[in-house]
C-alpha cells in the first residue's frame, strides 16, 4: 500500500527561495521584482542587496523609458516653448501613475535594506540633507549584511497541516 500525501494541490511548491519574511541573498532579476511587490508595505524584515538593487535597475529602466515617451511626444511651437503632445500626456500620465503605485513598496524596500545593514529605517531621513544624506543612504545600501539585522526579522509561525 503506498500512502498518498494529503491535500496535494494545497501544499506549497518546493523552492530553494527563502521565505518572504527572510532576505533572499543572491536572488535573481525576476525573483527580486516578484518579492518586491509581494512585500508592498512590509516594513519589518530584511532585504538583501541583491533584492534592492535589481529593483533599483528595474525602476532606473522603466523611469528611462517613461520619460523617452514624454520628450518624444512634445513638440515645439513657432516661439520655441515646449507644448505636450497626445504622447506626451500619456507618457506623464503614466510616470505619475507608476510614482504613486511603486513609491510605498519603494520606501519599505529601503527600510528593510536599511534593516539588512544592521541600522534603523529611521535613517532614511538623512535623506533630506541635501546632498551629504544622499551619499550617506548610498553608501548604507552598499554595505553588507550585518548580523545585527536579524532583530528586525518578524518570523512566520509554520502551519500545520
Known amino acids: 500500500?503506498?500512502?498518498q500525501q494529503p491535500y496535494p494541490s494545497t501544499l506549497p511548491a518546493p523552492s530553494n527561495e527563502p521565505p518572504l519574511w527572510a532576505p533572499y541573498y543572491g536572488a535573481p532579476l525576476l525573483a527580486a521584482v516578484g518579492r518586491f511587490f509581494k512585500k508592498y508595505a512590509t516594513?519589518?524584515?530584511?532585504?538583501?542587496?541583491?533584492e534592492y538593487w535589481w529593483w533599483v535597475l528595474i525602476s532606473v529602466i522603466v523611469g528611462v523609458v517613461m520619460n523617452v515617451i514624454v520628450a518624444l511626444g512634445s513638440t515645439h511651437n513657432r516661439?520655441?516653448?515646449t507644448v505636450?503632445?497626445?504622447?506626451?500626456?500619456?507618457?506623464?500620465?503614466l510616470?505619475?501613475?507608476?510614482g504613486l503605485a511603486t513609491f510605498v513598496p519603494g520606501l519599505a524596500l529601503s527600510?528593510?535594506?536599511?534593516h539588512d545593514a544592521g541600522m534603523s529605517g529611521w535613517m532614511l531621513l538623512l535623506s533630506l540633507v541635501p546632498f551629504v544624506g544622499a551619499l550617506a543612504i548610498l553608501v548604507f545600501m552598499v554595505m553588507p549584511a550585518d548580523a545585527n539585522g536579524q532583530r528586525f526579522d518578524r518570523p512566520e509561525p509554520v502551519r500545520a497541516w
Open 1 to 3: 500500500m503506498t500512502y
Open 43 to 50: 516594513f519589518s524584515g530584511r532585504a538583501s542587496r541583491s
Open 79 to 81: 516661439y520655441g516653448n
Open 84 to 93: 505636450p503632445g497626445p504622447a506626451a500626456v500619456i507618457g506623464l500620465g
Open 95 to 98: 510616470v505619475i501613475l507608476w
Open 111 to 114: 527600510v528593510r535594506r536599511m
